[in-house]
């Protein structure tokens, strides 16, 4: 089974050079990507998660806004029964200067993972790989094979 992913640059935020990267390298991994594109809306991810019986939300902003754009981005998710994995990327805070800080503040809005502008596409497909518990053993990948 495929998992579906929601991809999108939120708010105000025109960059789209970063998630036209993660889409493919997503969709490399085996993902059904569905890219909302750039100055996509809290409603828009949802409504897509929703559309698209989504596992997961993946969020990039550049642009520094990001805490405004996300102020009760869990609540609507929550409100819209959704339970999905969620994830935000890129320069999140105008004036970043301790990630480590942003990152916590990121994680108690109630984002699963976050990450920072410098981050491998690689890394952030890992770790949606194990948050989905989408890997398999070598010994399953070979019955699979096998059966196929």
């Not at 993972?113 to 981050?119: G, I, Q």
Request: proline share 1%; with cysteine.
């Amino acid at each position: 089974m495929t998992e579906t992913v929601i991809l999108g640059v939120i708010g105000s935020d025109a960059h789209v050079v970063g998630i036209t990267i993660l889409e493919q390298a997503l969709e490399a991994a085996g993902f059904d990507v569905v890219n909302l594109g750039v100055q996509s809306s809290q409603e828009e991810f949802v409504e897509a998660a929703s559309a698209n019986d989504a596992e997961a939300v993946l969020v990039s902003s550049l642009y520094g806004h990001a805490k405004q754009d996300c102020e009760g981005f869990h609540q609507r998710i929550a409100e819209s029964d959704l339970d999905v994995t969620t994830y935000i990327g890129g320069n999140l805070a105008v004036g970043q200067d301790d990630f480590e800080e942003t990152r916590k503040f990121f994680r108690e809005m109630g984002f699963d993972r976050v990450f920072d502008s410098e981050t491998d596409p690689e890394e952030a497909i890992d770790a949606l790989m194990a948050d989905l518990d989408m890997r398999s053993t070598e010994s399953e990948q070979e019955s699979q094979t096998i059966s196929a």
